[in-house]
T-cell receptor, first 119, second 114 residues
């Protein structure tokens, strides 16, 4: 069964501090992994997307890493801001890595890490 | 335009009402999705449309009826809902249904069923 586990479940940090969120997955065959930021009551917004051949990808203060061998990913947030308070969701796609036209449509969502940045 | 829009933002309806949720994108995407998200839970896929045709129905009750009138629009018609159907309903789109393409999510419609 495809699963995505995230840790911690919630995290409180002070403004300006760094933090790292973890994601472990058992999705097979692996296609790609994405990190989304979701503000309360709003739709998810994509931060990064990585395929199996990518080890790291940055988007401003967000840096995602991927270890396809250990099936782990992390999202590092640098110099946190109050606006970073949100739920961060790890989403993994299954598919045939050799066929970019794979027909699997379903994403496996983690339950998210709720980040609170306090002043 | 890299945006998925949804209307209304909030909807309150009784169990006997008929209402519709609307989703629109102008990115030329040919795959569109409906998700349901309960509080503190991940989104759950409901329907997938590919090239304006329903390709996936994740065993959703018939009181939810999707419609794709054209490649830019996706509707979700609601009838005889139950209070447990209260949730955030998210629309998403991607260039095509294959997963290598990123899904863009709309802001959601917060539905409350009384």
């Amino acid at each position: 069964k495809n699963q995505v586990e995230q840790s911690p479940q919630s995290l409180i940090i002070l403004e300006g501090k760094n933090c790292t969120l973890q994601c472990n997955y058992t999705v097979s065959p692996f296609s790609n992994l994405r990190w989304y930021k979701q503000d309360t009551g709003r739709g998810p917004v994509s931060l990064t997307i990585m395929t199996f051949s990518e080890n790291t990808k940055s988007n401003g203060r967000y840096t995602a890493t991927l270890d396809a061998d250990t099936k782990q990913s992390s999202l590092h947030i640098t110099a946190s801001q109050l606006s970073d308070s949100a739920s961060y969701i790890c989403v993994v796609s299954a598919g045939n890595r050799h066929n970019s036209g794979g027909s699997n449509y379903k994403l496996t969502f983690g339950k998210g890490t709720l980040l609170t940045v306090n002043p | 335009d890299t945006e998925v829009t949804q209307t209304p933002k909030h909807l309150v309806m009784g169990m006997t009402n008929k209402k519709s949720l609307k989703c629109e994108q102008h990115m030329g995407h040919r795959a569109m999705y409906w998700y349901k998200q309960k509080a503190k839970k991940p989104p759950e896929l409901m329907f997938v449309y590919s090239y304006e045709k329903l390709s996936i129905n994740e065993s959703v009750p018939s009181r939810f009826s999707p419609e794709c009138p054209n490649s830019s629009l996706l509707n979700l018609h609601l009838h005889a809902l139950q209070p447990e159907d209260s949730a955030l309903y998210l629309c998403a789109s991607s260039q095509v249904v294959e997963l290598y393409n990123e899904q863009f999510f709309g802001p959601g419609t917060r539905l409350t069923v009384l």
